[in-house]
């Protein structure tokens, strides 16, 4: 399903994504329940006795709506179980939410081709399994391939097995295969903390021409300098709650100064920060159109 919006002029901007009051609970084993109630009958007893734990409801990610337009770089920040992640993967589809919806202009690619790499195998042959994965003709993968290789900076090690490689130089091939497909939607987790300057540099100066050629990149990192450099816009995602949406600088600094409060135990000033923060969210409305359309 698609999705317009309307600009100050009145013309037409198709959005890459749209995601419309989307929530996601998961249920996870939790042995506190196991003493929650006592006895727990005859089902209570047999699951101590297997050691399976009873399931209890985890809120990874609260109601939300957000519109990512063509040319934007979103990056997502937040601590650790924040809903990061799980927003990653409701937009690139691997997972579903409990409520709401996702729509997407294309098909997002999500930075890890992790599953069609193969550790055993050189670089160079692990980059024609992983585009040819992602749909991509031999004739397409030549026509890639050294421009994949300088973008990663491995060089001679192309032809090593990538089990010989560190992580940083793992990202680094995976960041270079998934964006040699020139997506309209690309997803990246984490894949460019590592790297050194040049690397960090090149890898910039990618994402511009995939945002030049009207796509949009979402980025997850807990590196405010990377988000800063390389987003035009940015989320601050809190215990499953977005808590800031905008400038660059003005959402990292907020939730670097939220962080601090938090390290020095200052948890009440911390709380104020961020109910602050999130008083200042406009919240999007997303509308339905005739013929099953929506309208952001």
């Known amino acids: ?37 006592p006895g727990g009958g005859v089902g209570g007893f047999a699951r101590k006795l297997l050691g399976r734990a009873p399931l209890v409801p985890v809120d990874a990610l609260n109601t939300l709506s957000l519109v990512a337009q063509h040319g934007e770089s979103i990056g997502i920040v937040g601590r650790n179980g924040s809903g990061k992640s799980t ?86 091939l995976r960041f270079a295969i998934a964006a040699s497909v020139d997506p309209e939607i690309l997803l990246i987790d984490e894949a460019l903390n590592t790297g050194d300057a040049q690397f960090r540099e090149r890898s910039k100066e990618r994402m511009n021409e995939l945002r030049a050629k009207a796509g949009s990149v979402f980025l997850v990192s807990h590196s405010l300098g990377t988000i800063k450099e390389m987003c035009t816009r940015t989320l601050w995602l809190d215990q499953g709650d977005l808590v800031m949406d905008g400038d660059p600088a003005l959402v990292t600094a907020a939730y670097l100064d939220y962080t601090r409060q938090l390290t020095k135990g200052n948890f009440d000033t911390a709380t104020t920060l961020r109910e602050e923060a999130r008083s200042t969210l406009v919240v999007t409305e997303v509308e339905t159109q005739g013929s099953g359309r929506r309208k952001a």
């Open 1 to 37: 399903m698609s999705a317009n919006r309307q600009d100050g002029d009145g013309g037409g901007i198709r959005p890459t994504v749209v995601v419309h009051k989307v929530s996601m609970r998961y249920h996870v084993p939790s042995t506190e329940a196991h003493h929650a109630v």
């Open 87 to 172: 927003l990653m993967r409701l937009i690139s589809g691997q997972s579903n939410p409990t409520r709401g919806a996702v729509y997407a202009s294309s098909i997002p690619v999500m930075l890890g081709v992790n599953a069609a790499l193969v550790p055993e195998l050189s670089g160079d042959h692990n980059i024609i399994l992983g585009c040819l994965a992602m749909g991509l003709t031999r004739a397409e993968i030549d026509d890639k391939f050294e421009s994949i290789v300088d973008l990663s900076g491995l060089e001679k090690a192309i032809h090593l097995p990538m089990r010989s490689y560190s992580s940083g130089m793992s990202s680094r």
